[in-house]
């Protein structure tokens, strides 16, 4: 939020820099995101009064002025159109320099010299997006007589700072210059100034104007204040009232938004202006939207409505989307004569989503979205009704219409002042801490041996004991909390079981080259979509975040490989030719118990690898996993039923009838799916279940002390016989005996039959307890070979 300084000052006795402002408000707790300047480069650029409008001798589109600087008059050629005798505009002497670079020369334009130059505000600095439309491409006419030859940084207060706070969803009441002042006179122990609101002159009755407002839906409108002003002359705001909504980065439009505007950026209170005399029956409703009605909003889209949407309507049609925008339909206009001034407070669930249903978040929206104070509503419109008397923008109707079905009232909480000493580790006094929260505008005051602390509507956040304390600790300042010892019984600190076992596995994926990733648990339900997953799949059970950030992370994860499958789609769009990667996190599932309970959490291992890699690579990176964390003899089972995986090229693997992991080769489809144009290899294993068989207690084996001896095989069989019952029979047949068994080559092609392959195998064997003999092992490998024959129907490669 940007919060202009000579703006903050209005409020609050300031007596020091900026930046140690920011300093101090940052150790408050208001975090600073940056510090602005506004003047971006303007010298010698003067207030200047036009005398003269003549024509030129030479050129058609230009004129010569003469122009009172205060203590000479200039001679000054130019293009501007907008100008009239008697306008005060800003003049760039010579010698001058202005925003983008150029200084100002005499100079002669069609033969006739010129002393300086009438500026825009695009040539004082002002951003083109924040610059009013009547001088979107003319000259700055100054809104009343300015002492001449002034500064014009003084009179547009161009030296000004402006801070960008960062405002925490928590705290909405700091999304105001009112706000941010109550923070600054509590962190500098000043007086909070808060202006006073009165209108003085009301005429005749609402009642004559309004012929009624109802709220229908009123679980999604907490309060509708409304108010009416006639005889309204639409036109451009004051100057400083501009000045200070473009430095807080809005747009002056004309006088009626403008005073909304500012008030919206001064109490918190977003606000609209509806045309009287466009409403059906002068009469409004506040309910959901009904199928198949539409509005154009002012921003001139068409848009269409659903009943999960609050509106604004008329006695027939919509006329604006509740804490969103309002209608053109409704719109106030330069021939708007009297205008009703709406002062709501709208749910902000209910305003969040139908912000993103409808494509539009606004500075409305944005702050409705955070649950405002309801009884914001009426100081707010007064606040608007006081400003367009004191410009003399129209005439305030005596009376207003509010409609307040369960008041916000203010709540109280019990304070300990021992509690707050011993967790802050502080020793305040009972005044001191009731002096911290006056200055928040709580109201403190003693009971007994404790402090009655009511808590004021606008502090939403605060629900417990210990947010107040924190609230003392953060205005006395935590540092100036002198650090201290832990206080309580030693205790030893060790990893987790669990924490073991993943570093164990951190280990040695770091050791085959592996790169840990981390990504959000939060992904987008179109993610199940991408990698395939059936609409019957258990994966497609998800939890739907209550607020997310957007419909990307809206639904929490049950499987880590789509998260996965993006950064290594990132990466290979980024043309890195090979990336191993790895990430452990949590998968969540939703609990089937009819009340609302938080999901299951379960510890995941994925890892994503394309280039130099194939099955037999990941493969045995998951081997070496198992098997450093004692679990040995899994089996992997053909996997032909997961969508994400080829059907081919995949498996299960599985250990006393549970399913650790599934293994395989990406499907080229969801390849497809993410614009990857290589092989790519992925496992994802269940560490809780991993965890159980787990067997951290290493087992001593001595070295054997006697030789080992060496045979190898190669055979041909069918193509879709697994390797594991070749090996099953070469473990039951060789027995202890057996100490290895390696694969070491796969081959089909030339010299192998159709729907045959080759396989070889190395075969290690050995005895602990003595030398064997080479015809006792030859005998031993013939049988083997012999039964894998029989068994396999397979044949001996020469």
């Known amino acids: 939020m940007l919060v202009p300084v000579n703006w903050l000052k209005k409020y609050v006795d300031i007596d020091i820099n900026t930046k140690e402002l920011a300093d101090e408000l940052t150790m408050s707790g208001s975090h600073v995101d940056s510090i602005e300047e506004t003047n971006k ?8 009064k036009i005398l003269e409008i003549n024509d030129h001798p030479n050129a058609d589109k230009l004129v010569i002025t003469k122009v009172d600087v205060g203590e000479e008059e200039l001679k000054i050629v130019t293009g501007a159109t907008n100008i009239n005798k008697g306008d005060y505009v800003p003049i760039a002497l010579v010698g001058a320099k202005l925003p983008d670079g150029m200084k100002i020369k005499k100079s002669k334009l069609r033969g006739e010299s010129s002393f300086g130059m009438m500026c825009s505000l695009d040539e004082l600095g002002i951003s083109s997006d ?8 003319g000259i700055l006419i100054l809104d009343k007589e300015y002492e001449l030859g002034k500064d014009i940084k ?38 909070l100034k808060i202006p006073e609101v009165k209108i003085n002159n009301q005429v005749e009755d609402i009642k004559d104007y309004v012929n009624g407002i109802e709220v229908l839906d009123n679980d999604l409108c907490k309060r509708y204040y409304s108010k009416v002003v006639k005889n309204i002359e639409v036109k451009p705001s004051p100057l400083w009232m501009q000045q200070r909504l473009i430095k807080a980065g809005v747009r002056p439009i004309n006088n009626i938004v403008d005073v909304t505007n500012y008030v919206m950026l001064e109490l918190g209170q977003p606000l609209h202006a509806f045309d009287l005399d466009k409403l059906k029956d002068k009469k409004i409703e506040i309910r959901r939207a009904k199928e198949d009605e539409e509005i154009t909003t002012l921003d001139g889209v068409k848009r269409d409505i659903d009943d999960s949407m609050l509106i604004i309507a008329d006695a027939e049609k919509p006329i604006a989307i509740a804490g969103v ?56 419109c007064k606040r608007v009704c006081q400003l367009l008397e004191d410009i003399n923008a129209g005439e305030v109707i005596k009376g207003e219409i509010d409609v307040y079905d369960k008041p916000l009232n ?79 019984t030693l205790t030893k600190g060790e990893k987790s079981r669990q924490r073991k076992i993943e570093d164990l596995v951190k280990s040695k994926l770091t050791g085959f080259g592996l790169n840990e990733i981390m990504t959000y648990s939060f992904i987008s339900p179109k993610a199940y979509d991408r990698i395939n997953l059936p609409e019957y799949s258990m994966k497609r059970k998800y939890v739907e975040l209550l607020n997310p950030l957007g419909e990307d992370y809206s639904v929490m994860r049950t499987t880590l490989i789509p998260n996965m499958l993006d950064a290594l789609a990132r990466n290979y769009k980024y043309g890195v030719n090979k990336a191993w990667a790895y990430e452990i996190g949590n998968i969540f599932t939703p609990k089937n118990v009819p009340v609302k309970s938080l999901p299951y959490e379960n510890k995941n291992l994925c890892i994503g690898m394309y280039g130099e890699v194939d099955f037999y690579y990941i493969k045995g990176i998951l081997n070496t996993i198992l098997e450093s964390l004692g679990v040995y003899n899994v089996e992997y089972m053909p996997e032909k039923h997961h969508n994400t995986f080829h059907p081919g090229r995949t498996a299960s693997v599985v250990k006393n009838n549970n399913v650790l992991a599934t293994i395989g080769e990406i499907h080229p489809d969801v390849l497809k799916n993410y614009g990857i144009k290589e092989r790519v290899y992925a496992l994802e294993l269940d560490l809780e279940i991993t965890s159980i068989l787990t067997n951290l207690k290493n087992k001593y084996k001595e070295l054997p002390k006697y030789p080992a001896i060496n045979r190898d095989m190669a055979i041909v069989l069918d193509e879709e016989i697994l390797v594991k019952e070749i090996e099953k029979i070469i473990k039951e047949t060789g027995g202890e005996l057996i100490e290895d068994i390696t694969l070491f080559d796969v081959y089909k092609g030339e010299q192998i039959p159709e729907g045959k392959k080759s396989v070889a195998y190395s075969v290690t064997y050995r005895s602990y307890e003595r030398t064997l003999k080479d015809e006792e092992v030859s005998k031993i490998h013939k049988e083997i070979v012999e039964l894998i024959k029989d068994k396999l129907q397979a044949t001996l490669r020469s």
């Open 130 to 137: 924040l610059i009013p439309k009547e001088f979107k491409d």
């Open 325 to 380: 925008m309002g209608g053109e339909n409704s719109e106030v206009s330069k021939e708007t004569k009297t205008i009703l001034i709406e002062s709501a407070n709208f749910d902000g669930r209910s305003v969040r989503l139908t912000s993103r249903k409808v494509g539009l978040r606004t500075e409305a929206s944005s702050k409705f979205e955070k649950n405002l104070d309801p009884n914001l509503s009426e100081i707010a």
């Open 41 to 48: 480069g303007v010298d010698k650029v003067v207030v200047g």
């Open 410 to 488: 203010e709540k109280s909480l019990n304070l300990r002042p021992e509690r707050v000493n011993k967790l802050l580790s502080t020793d305040l006094t009972k005044q001191q801490m009731i002096d911290i929260l006056n200055r928040l505008e709580f109201k403190a005051e003693k009971v007994d041996k404790n402090i009655k602390v009511i808590v004021p509507t606008f502090r939403q956040d605060i629900k417990l004991e210990a947010d107040i304390i924190e609230e003392i600790g953060r205005i006395y300042g935590f540092s100036k909390i002198e650090p201290k010892p832990f206080k309580g």
């Open 154 to 191: 003084d009179i547009l207060e161009l030296d000004e700072k402006v801070i960008d706070f960062e405002i925490t969803p928590n705290r909405p009441d700091c999304l105001s210059i009112i706000g941010m002042a109550r923070e600054t006179a509590a962190t500098l122990n000043k007086e």
